[in-house]
């Protein structure tokens, strides 16, 4: 089965979501591939976190783009760590073989040069894979692809979309990221966010292209299993 396990925003069963703890963990302990979000704060310094503000997951409140980065380093995760920037989050992966899902999260805040800065120094890094790009905003994508059509360009919905083989034509998309499986779209489709054990068997078995899952472990051995039993057949 070549369904991708995507850790999403590292292991937030075992440790805080989008901290550098989570994702070393992913990386300690065999994760394919990683998925996490970015924002820009009030003075353009790219910053690692799901939310537009700081409340659910730190010890502060406010948007993350009311703070300079001097300014949120103040704050701390649960596990006192700081809120990781994107560069400490390249240097953690630097030569690492994993795949990197980056998600612009500039659905309710587009943050201006986002993406720009963000494609400059992805594309600076020293990186194993080439880099998976999504968000929910299509300007976004279609601002990125305008510095550069050749990256993997991904579309993030929740909701039913009437023509989605139309949708990747029509904006030179990679693929789609949808919130529910498409059939006959498999190969093209990873799907956020599966952690029901069910759901992940039928999306192995289906081959979609990946799946986005809080606890990645279970979701590579239950795929591991599935093989073995094809194998064994």
Known sequence: MKTMVFAHRGIPV?????????FKYCLEHGAEALEFD?????????????????????????????????????FQLSNGESIPTLDQFIELVSGKDIWLNLEFKTNKIHYA?????VLQKMQ???LVHPVIYSSFNIDSIRIARMYDPDQDYNFLF?????????LMK????NGLHPGYYIDGLADHERIWTIDDAKEQQKLFQAGVLGIFTNDFE??????????QELVSD
Do not use: C, F, W
């Open 170 to 173: 029509t904006e030179h998309l």
């Open 124 to 126: 600076a890094a020293d």
């Open 218 to 227: 279970n979701a590579q051995k239950r795929r591991a299993a599935l093989n």
């Open 14 to 22: 075992k440790e805080p979501e989008n901290s550098l703890s989570g």
């Open 158 to 166: 929740e909701k039913k979309v009437a023509d989605p083989v139309k």
């Open 113 to 117: 040069g986002i993406e720009k800065l």
């Open 38 to 74: 970015v924002h820009l704060t009030k003075d353009s310094v790219p910053v690692v976190m799901h939310d537009e503000k700081i409340d659910r997951t730190t010890n502060g409140s406010g948007l993350i783009n009311s703070y300079t980065y001097d300014e949120l380093k103040q």
